[in-house]
């Protein structure tokens, strides 16, 4: 949907064809991570990928478009006071995200050349708790 909504085509996203098939969204990212062997089953031999230590900067770059006002932050502490906000519905290009304090922060270089986070959900592994779309869903 984001892409045939951002870029153009018809794409469609293979959400409703792989839950026909017993795939849940939170599975497809786990076999994305992790890889399956050639017969489709999960691959025991490829290690989990390591969670980031709590507060290491992550590079992933995307488009997360919020789903209500979200604070864009100097730091990744819950006492950081908000700069300005994203309205609903707006996009923000970011180049990492962050775990800290219990929520995922997407990150950016703003145009005056200072780092920012937005938080995006809270950090539970979760690809459908997240305040918009765009990160891991």
Do not use: C
């Not at 909504?5 to 599975?27: E, M, R």
């Not at 969670?51 to 789903?67: D, E, I, L, Y």
């Not at 990150?107 to 690809?127: K, T, W």
Request: proline fraction near 6%; charged fraction near 15%.
């Amino acid at each position: 949907m984001w892409v045939t909504q951002n870029w153009l085509g018809d794409h469609t996203d293979p959400y409703s064809y792989l839950a026909s098939w017993g795939i849940s969204k939170v599975q497809l990212q786990h076999d994305l991570f992790n890889g399956l062997t050639e017969n489709g089953t999960t691959n025991p031999t490829k290690p989990a990928p390591t969670k980031p230590q709590t507060g290491q900067r992550v590079a992933m770059s995307g488009v997360f478009t919020t789903n209500q006002s979200l604070p864009v932050s100097r730091h990744t502490t819950v006492d950081s006071a908000a700069l300005a906000w994203y309205d609903p519905y707006e996009s923000i290009v970011y180049d990492s995200y962050v775990q800290s304090a219990n929520y995922v922060r997407i990150s950016y270089i703003d145009y005056g050349d200072s780092r920012r986070y937005v938080a995006v959900g809270p950090d539970d592994g979760q690809i459908d708790t997240t305040l918009g779309r765009g990160f891991f869903n």
